[in-house]
């Protein structure tokens, strides 16, 4: 579905991002983990188009993202969530509003009803009441808020979301509710995420393969559980390492393949983890 070979990318001369390859199938989860500076944005602006690629083959379904009727496409098709959800929501808005404009855009010629009908049912998705349409993000919690950018999102009927490090301003109560909702989405919708983290453990609870950056390369990509049993590199090494969840973790992430949810349980009670990485530059 998603398909990018050798995508090159630099700032004011640095290299950001260096040879960048790998594909998403359609209902795939992806995870993409690196320390903060590693490129992770960067890619995930230039699949989406905010950003342009200096160099590389960039397809959405057989297509070239450099041919304005695929990316056109691709902006129905691929959809993003970003990290701060207050931010990402106009505060003059109110939720209908942003939905509203996101189902016009996509979605121009549905009657009345068929939209009061959509905005309920995005709603419904994220598990937000339908009162929720005539607030502001003002009178949202930052989960809350961040369950709009998802309804959002997902008005486009996307086939790829690319998840921005879109839990890291939740607290993590919500985001174990957050990560639950998400697996919810994929198994009603068959969506195909790329989930961009810092952190290890949520990228290994939710993520089927894993996609780890360092200093814009790709080192290392494997099956999740391949990834956390028997890490290859030593970026991924010093990644497990210091992520003091990962000895109980072993166990929760071969629970999880089983249904198990033992370290969203563990998210929920409150869980202290302390930050992955340290910014380097
Ligand atoms: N618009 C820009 N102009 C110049 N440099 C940029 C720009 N955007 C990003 N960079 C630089 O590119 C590098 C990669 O940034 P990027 O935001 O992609 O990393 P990241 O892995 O997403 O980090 P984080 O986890 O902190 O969000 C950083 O050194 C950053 O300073």
């Not at 174990?176 to 919708?189: C, D, F, I, P």
Request: net charge neutral; hydrophobic share 40%; aromatic share 6%.
């Amino acid at each position: 579905m998603l398909n990018i070979q050798g995508l090159h990318k630099k700032y004011q001369g640095k290299r950001v991002l260096d040879s960048v390859s790998f594909s998403i199938e359609s209902g795939e989860i992806v995870g993409l983990i690196g320390m903060s500076g590693s490129g992770k944005s960067t890619l995930a602006r230039c699949i989406t188009g905010l950003d342009k690629a200096d160099q590389g083959k960039l397809q959405w379904n057989g297509g070239l993202l450099s041919d304005k009727a695929v990316r056109r496409k691709s902006h129905q098709d691929i959809q993003m969530v970003f990290q701060d959800p207050r931010n990402s929501l106009n505060p003059s808005w109110t939720v209908k509003r942003s939905l509203m404009e996101s189902l016009i855009r996509f979605h121009p010629s549905l009657s009345a009803k068929a939209y009061e009908a959509q905005l309920e049912s995005l709603l419904k998705a994220v598990g937000l009441d339908i009162d929720y349409l005539h607030r502001y993000p003002h009178e949202l919690s930052t989960g809350q808020c961040q369950r709009v950018c998802l309804a959002r999102a997902l008005a486009p009927e996307p086939k790829l979301l690319v998840l921005d490090e879109c839990l890291s301003a939740l607290d993590v109560s919500i985001q174990a509710q957050m990560l639950e909702l998400l697996k919810e989405l994929h198994r009603v919708r068959n969506m195909s995420y790329l989930f961009i983290s810092h952190d290890i453990a949520v990228v290994a609870s939710l993520c089927q393969r894993v996609l780890v950056i360092e200093r814009g390369v790709i080192v290392e990509e494997a099956d999740v559980h391949k990834l956390i049993h028997d890490p290859q590199h030593p970026y991924t090494r010093s990644l497990l390492a210091d992520t003091p969840v990962f000895p109980e973790f072993m166990e929760t992430a071969a629970s999880h393949t089983a249904g198990g949810n033992a370290l969203e349980d563990k998210m929920a009670e409150g869980y202290e983890r302390r930050p992955v990485y340290e910014y380097q530059n």
